[in-house]
């Protein structure tokens, strides 16, 4: 919902008869951006229109706008026990019946100690993954989310689309390697290939993967030989230092696979720095990432074959 309205009450209405129709909703996503719903809150009738009985497995706002009210928004979730993916942080009230044990991904940001959400009240016994945004809320130290989701968290992305304080990152991350003790993934999503020298996070010693996701559509789909070759032959040869249990470098967009293979000769050279530290470098399905077949790459490999291993390689692509 995105036009200009003065009437957001008549749009509201509308939506929860197109509701009626979907008995076999499965994910529900509210992205609102006009100005004329900012300072609504959703109506009781909306969700109380979703029909579908079983169906239901995503519930999730694009923003911060037109959420519901306590009560309203504990009865949906009453009556949804079978909802996989949970959004955000709205609040729940006191003594709820709430029974979530189909949840299995998480999407938040810090919460406050003393705040009724989902996260602080409700027993979410299945859940393995979480989206925790970090653009907003990093001043709050959240104490809450890792003690009573982090041993059962096998996957985290952490989202931050502007440089954040070094400090508040490392109480996040202190709270993590005490909490997550199953942990096996890591992914950083940030706003530009950039951002990616801006922290080397020390990770718990159970992670093996970390994973890269350039969210923004003209930085992820563009890099620079540069970027690519002091990505890998200077940033994450260094977070393989710090966190020796590393095996995989993973980047999560098709976008960001295509951009470095836009480079191969860097790419190329970045990926035998990392094979040398025994690390393997995919993509999200998992596959292998090897630059484009180029009569220059095979060339430069003949040449570079022949030399010693204290030679212009060594030179060129230290491992620090």
């Known amino acids: 919902m995105q036009d200009v309205t003065e009437t957001p009450d008549t749009v509201f209405a509308t939506l929860a008869d197109i509701h009626m129709y979907l008995p076999n909703l499965c994910i529900l996503t ?83 100690t003393g705040h009724w959400t989902l996260r602080s009240m409700v027993d979410l016994p299945g859940v393995r993954s979480m989206f925790y945004d970090l653009t907003y809320g990093i001043e709050t130290n959240d104490a809450v989310t890792f003690s009573r989701l982090g041993q059962n968290l096998t996957d985290i992305q952490f989202t931050f689309f502007a440089p954040l304080r070094v400090p508040c990152l490392n109480v996040a991350f202190a709270q993590i390697r005490a909490e997550c003790t199953r942990l096996t993934q890591l992914v950083l999503a940030v706003s530009s290939w950039s951002m990616l020298g801006l922290y080397t996070l020390n990770l718990p010693s159970t992670v093996h993967t970390l994973g890269i996701r350039v969210m923004d559509g003209r930085h992820g789909l563009h890099v620079s030989a540069a970027s690519v070759k002091r990505l890998f032959t200077a940033l994450l040869p260094l977070y393989v230092a710090r966190n020796p249990t590393l095996k995989t470098i993973k980047f999560m967009e098709a976008s960001n696979s295509r951009a470095l293979r836009s480079r191969p000769i860097s790419l190329w050279r970045g990926l035998r720095v990392l094979e040398k530290l025994g690390v393997a470098v995919t993509d999200w399905d998992d596959r292998l990432i090897v630059p484009p077949s180029c009569p220059g790459i095979v060339q430069l490999q003949r040449q570079l074959d022949k030399l010693s291993s204290t030679s212009i390689v060594d030179a060129h692509h230290p491992n620090s």
């Open 30 to 112: 509210f992205s609102i951006a006009g100005q004329g719903f900012f300072s609504a809150s959703l109506p009781n009738v909306v969700l109380n229109s979703v029909t579908s009985s079983g169906s239901l497995k995503c519930v999730r706002w694009y923003n911060s706008f037109v959420k519901p009210l306590v009560r309203p928004w504990t009865e949906f979730l009453e009556r949804h026990p079978e909802i996989e993916v949970l959004d955000r942080g709205q609040a729940v009230s006191l003594n709820s019946h709430i029974k979530l044990d189909a949840v299995k991904i998480v999407l938040g940001y810090p919460i406050r």
